[in-house]
């Protein structure tokens, strides 16, 4: 199955740690990239690869794989990163491009 | 830096034909995967295919019969047509730059701001 499956809400108090998790079969051929995305905006990569982040995006996003289930944490989460965040991979079978359900992050 | 934009129709007809495009500035439409996801109101994103700058495409398979992809290099755009469409494909619809990397990576770097497209008579 090429589907990413994420846990639809995740909360965290202000300036703890939380991770958000996905898991598919894809992720063991595929790292996950993970994409936030707030209230009427387009999403923004924040992780990529085995665990790299695009210019602009603050250390405390971090990522980590094993397996089939992939893993963005936020440590020390701030209110701004509040907001949906999505994983996605992609299916060796077919090259295909899949999307995680997404994960509404609420800080405390 | 890298910009891209989309443009077409925010209102198209049950049963008609959707058509996109996205412009890219301030890069080369070579070497990338360029790619549309939607977004229907209030849910999550869904990937429905790519074209890669030589022409090549892959579609998602619930999609795949109704979608047709194209690349224009001398304008520097990509396009999307979704036919027969039903209120199901009511949607942001965003255009992306897709990566594949050595060492196992599949990312979107950049994105358009997204278009929102209802379907409705």
């Known amino acids: 199955s090429s589907d990413l499956t994420q846990d639809p809400t995740v909360s965290v108090a202000l300036g703890q740690t939380v991770r958000v998790t996905c898991q598919g079969d894809s992720l063991r051929s595929y790292y996950a990239s993970w994409y936030q995305q707030k209230p009427g905006q387009a999403p923004v990569l924040v992780i990529y690869?085995?665990?790299n982040r695009p210019s602009g995006i603050p250390d405390r996003f971090s990522g980590s794989s094993s397996g089939n289930t992939a893993s963005l944490t936020i440590t020390g989460a701030q209110a701004e990163d509040e907001a949906d965040y999505y994983c996605?991979?992609?299916?060796?079978?077919?090259?295909?491009?899949?999307f995680g359900g997404g994960t509404r992050l609420t800080v405390l | 830096q890298v910009q891209l934009q989309e443009s077409g129709p925010g209102l198209v007809q049950p049963s008609e034909t959707l058509s996109l495009t996205c412009t890219v500035s301030?890069?080369?439409?070579?070497?990338?995967?360029w790619t549309w996801i939607r977004q229907p109101p209030g849910k999550g994103l869904e990937w429905i295919g790519y074209?890669?700058?030589?022409?090549?495409?892959i579609y998602n398979p619930s999609l795949k019969s109704r979608v047709t992809m194209s690349v224009d290099m001398s304008k520097n755009q990509f396009s999307l047509k979704l036919s027969s469409v039903t209120a199901a494909d009511t949607a942001v619809y965003y255009c992306?730059?897709?990566?594949?990397?050595?060492?196992?990576?599949?990312?979107?770097?950049?994105w358009g701001q997204g278009t929102l497209v209802t379907v409705s008579s």
């Open positions: 301030g890069g080369s439409i070579g070497s990338y995967y």
């Open positions: 690869g085995k665990n």
């Open positions: 996605n991979s992609r299916d060796t079978s077919a090259n295909h491009g899949v």
């Open positions: 992306a730059r897709g990566l594949v990397g050595p060492s196992r990576e599949y990312y979107f770097d950049y």
């Open positions: 074209i890669y700058y030589s022409g090549s495409t």
